[in-house]
């Protein structure tokens, strides 16, 4: 079970990155599409991902009923190391920051059909997951759709 263990804190740790950058990109978004990008984009996207990030904690946890999963120190350190990764938001003009995005977003989505593969190995996905996973995959193909409508608006 540690290496499931591993995955699972892993995957939390990705959303909790996914998270925390597009909050970044809410705060420093700017330029003539500020209030869009703003509001409409990344405050949607990070406001969105802290509730999928709370059931997501809860999910897996129910699943492992392993506490050292969800471990804040844990997770936290986990997602340093992603952080460092990736690239900043400082300093990116829209188009850039919307790119990034993007690609984090795609990513994600390879990540989530990763990790709900591990979980049907395992035979640990229960219905509820499947639907879980499902849905966040659901979310992230909009949040995409989203960022690739932005980048293409500002390379016309």
Request: charged share 25%; net charge negative; aromatic share 8%.
């Amino acid at each position: 079970m540690k290496d499931l263990s591993e995955t699972m804190t892993d995957y939390i740790a990705c959303v909790k990155t996914l998270h925390d950058w597009f909050h970044s990109a809410h705060i420093v978004a700017k330029g003539k599409s500020f209030a869009g990008d703003h509001i409409h984009i990344y405050g949607r996207i990070y406001e969105e991902l802290g509730e999928q990030l709370d059931k997501t904690f809860e999910k897996i946890l129910g699943l492992s009923n392993d506490e050292d999963i969800v471990c804040p120190t844990y997770v936290a350190h986990r997602v340093a190391d992603k952080m460092q990764t990736i690239p900043t938001t400082a300093n990116k003009d829209g188009l850039m920051l919307a790119s990034i995005g993007l690609q984090l977003i795609m990513s994600h989505l390879r990540n989530t059909d990763l990790f709900f593969k591990v979980l049907e190995e395992n035979k640990i996905l229960s219905l509820g997951m499947n639907d879980f996973l499902s849905a966040h995959c659901n979310q992230l193909e909009g949040y995409a759709y989203l960022l690739q409508q932005r980048v293409k608006e500002n390379l016309r």
